[in-house]
C-alpha cells in the first residue's frame, strides 16, 4: 500500500509523510526479486484457490489517485512490467475539490504541528463551543489507526477523521487551508488526477478502483447515504474511464471499524470484484475478497 510517491526535498511540502521516488525504485527491484508480481486477476484467482504461484505473490496498491502516481509511479511500474492497482476518489477525479483528510495533511505538513493544531480547535470552539474535543477520543483506538504518528497527532487525526461534525469541520479546515495555503480549486488540480490521466494509466496496464466518491468512514453514513457515495463513485468510473473486466475498491480509512457488512454487500451490488482494507497482514487462498489485508510500503 502507497500514498505519496514524490522527490519530497524538491516539492513545497517536504515534511509530507510519503516515499522518495529513488526509494520506490529500489523497493521495485527488491520486491520483483523476491516476490511473483501479482495482477489483480491473478491475485483474484489466487483467493479463490484457482491459481497456485511460484512463489508467494505481490500486488501493488496506490491510494487516494494522486497525480504523482501518473507522472511519476506508472512509468516505473512500466518499465519493471509490474502492474499497480490505483484508487481514486471519484469527487476529485471530476470536481476539482480537496477532501478534508488531504488538507489536513498539507496543514500538518507546512505549519509546525502544535501551531496547526491550537488554531483549529480554537477556530472550531468559537464556531461551535459544543464540539467534540480530544477528551473524546480513545487514544488506544487512535493509536491503533495511526500507527506510524505519535500518540498526540494520532488522537488530533483521529478527532479530525471520525469524531467531530464534518460539515463544521471543514467549515474550520476550509478557513484554515485558504489562509495558510491557498485556494482550494487549483491546489486539486495539482494534486490529483483527472479523467484523461487515469485512462493514460489503463491503457499502460495499470488498474483503477474506486476509493469511495468522498472519502468518508463508510461504516459512519446512513443507509441513504452509503448508497449515495458508493453509487455515485461506481457509475463515474464507469462513465469515464476504460471498461475494466474488474474494478476493485478501496475503503477509505480501512480499519474494520471503517466498513461493515452494508458496506460490502453493496459494493458486490454495484458489481465491485473486492475491496482493499488498512488492516496489516498477508492473505491466504480463502480470505475474504472483501476484506483483503496490506502491508504498508514502510512495512517492507
Same mark, same amino acid.
Given at each position: 500500500?502507497?500514498?505519496?510517491?514524490?522527490?519530497?526535498?524538491?516539492?513545497?511540502?517536504?515534511?509530507?509523510?510519503?516515499? &522518495?521516488?529513488?526509494?520506490?525504485?529500489?523497493?521495485?527491484?527488491?520486491?520483483?526479486?523476491?516476490?511473483?508480481?501479482?495482477?489483480?486477476?491473478?491475485?483474484?484467482?489466487?483467493?479463490?484457490?484457482?491459481?497456485?504461484?511460484?512463489?508467494?505473490?505481490?500486488?501493488?496498491? !496506490?491510494?487516494?489517485?494522486?497525480?504523482?502516481?501518473?507522472?511519476?509511479?506508472?512509468?516505473?511500474?512500466?518499465?519493471?512490467?509490474?502492474?499497480?492497482?490505483?484508487?481514486?476518489?471519484?469527487?476529485?477525479?471530476?470536481?476539482?475539490?480537496?477532501?478534508?483528510?488531504?488538507?489536513?495533511?498539507?496543514?500538518?505538513?507546512?505549519?509546525?504541528?502544535?501551531?496547526?493544531?491550537?488554531?483549529?480547535?480554537?477556530?472550531?470552539?468559537?464556531?461551535?463551543?459544543?464540539?467534540?474535543?480530544?477528551?473524546?477520543?480513545?487514544?488506544?483506538?487512535?493509536?491503533?489507526?495511526?500507527?506510524?504518528?505519535?500518540?498526540?497527532?494520532?488522537?488530533?487525526?483521529?478527532?479530525?477523521?471520525?469524531? &467531530?461534525?464534518?460539515?463544521?469541520?471543514?467549515?474550520?479546515?476550509?478557513?484554515? !487551508?485558504?489562509?495558510?495555503?491557498?485556494?482550494?480549486?487549483?491546489?486539486?488540480?495539482? &494534486?490529483?488526477?483527472?479523467?484523461?490521466?487515469?485512462?493514460?494509466?489503463?491503457?499502460?496496464?495499470?488498474?483503477?478502483?474506486?476509493?469511495?466518491?468522498?472519502?468518508?468512514?463508510? @461504516?459512519?453514513?446512513?443507509?441513504?447515504?452509503?448508497?449515495?457515495?458508493?453509487?455515485?463513485?461506481?457509475? @463515474?468510473?464507469?462513465?469515464?474511464?476504460?471498461?475494466?473486466?474488474?474494478?476493485?475498491?478501496?475503503?477509505?480509512?480501512?480499519?474494520?471499524?471503517?466498513?461493515?457488512?452494508?458496506?460490502?454487500?453493496?459494493?458486490?451490488?454495484?458489481? !465491485?470484484?473486492?475491496?482493499?482494507?488498512?488492516?496489516?497482514?498477508?492473505?491466504?487462498?480463502?480470505?475474504?475478497? !472483501?476484506?483483503?489485508?496490506? &502491508?504498508?510500503?514502510?512495512?517492507?
Amino acid at each position: 500500500m502507497y500514498h505519496y510517491v514524490r522527490d519530497l526535498p524538491k516539492t513545497s511540502f517536504p515534511r509530507i509523510k510519503g516515499m &522518495l521516488t529513488s526509494d520506490f525504485r529500489r523497493q521495485l527491484q527488491t520486491l520483483r526479486s523476491r516476490y511473483e508480481m501479482a495482477t489483480l486477476e491473478s491475485a483474484l484467482d489466487f483467493l479463490r484457490g484457482g491459481y497456485s504461484p511460484s512463489r508467494d505473490l505481490c500486488l501493488l496498491t !496506490f491510494d487516494d489517485g494522486l497525480k504523482e502516481h501518473y507522472t511519476d509511479v506508472t512509468p516505473l511500474l512500466v518499465d519493471y512490467k509490474i502492474q499497480g492497482s490505483f484508487f481514486v476518489i471519484t469527487t476529485c477525479l471530476r470536481e476539482n475539490q480537496v477532501v478534508s483528510v488531504h488538507m489536513n495533511h498539507f496543514l500538518m505538513a507546512a505549519l509546525d504541528f502544535a501551531e496547526y493544531q491550537t488554531s483549529f480547535l480554537n477556530r472550531l470552539a468559537d464556531i461551535d463551543p459544543n464540539s467534540k474535543s480530544l477528551a473524546d477520543v480513545d487514544s488506544t483506538v487512535a493509536q491503533r489507526a495511526y500507527r506510524w504518528d505519535t500518540a498526540e497527532v494520532a488522537s488530533f487525526k483521529y478527532l479530525f477523521n471520525f469524531v &467531530l461534525d464534518g460539515a463544521v469541520r471543514d467549515r474550520v479546515l476550509k478557513e484554515l !487551508f485558504e489562509e495558510k495555503i491557498g485556494d482550494v480549486e487549483s491546489f486539486a488540480e495539482d &494534486l490529483y488526477l483527472n479523467t484523461a490521466q487515469a485512462r493514460e494509466m489503463q491503457e499502460a496496464g495499470m488498474i483503477i478502483g474506486g476509493h469511495s466518491h468522498q472519502h468518508q468512514p463508510l @461504516s459512519s453514513l446512513s443507509a441513504k447515504e452509503l448508497e449515495s457515495d458508493l453509487t455515485n463513485c461506481h457509475q @463515474s468510473l464507469r462513465e469515464n474511464l476504460h471498461e475494466q473486466s474488474l474494478w476493485p475498491f478501496c475503503y477509505p480509512y480501512g480499519k474494520c471499524d471503517s466498513f461493515n457488512g452494508d458496506t460490502s454487500r453493496w459494493l458486490k451490488t454495484l458489481g !465491485f470484484a473486492c475491496s482493499f482494507s488498512t488492516e496489516v497482514g498477508s492473505n491466504a487462498a480463502g480470505s475474504d475478497a !472483501f476484506a483483503i489485508r496490506r &502491508l504498508d510500503c514502510k512495512d517492507i
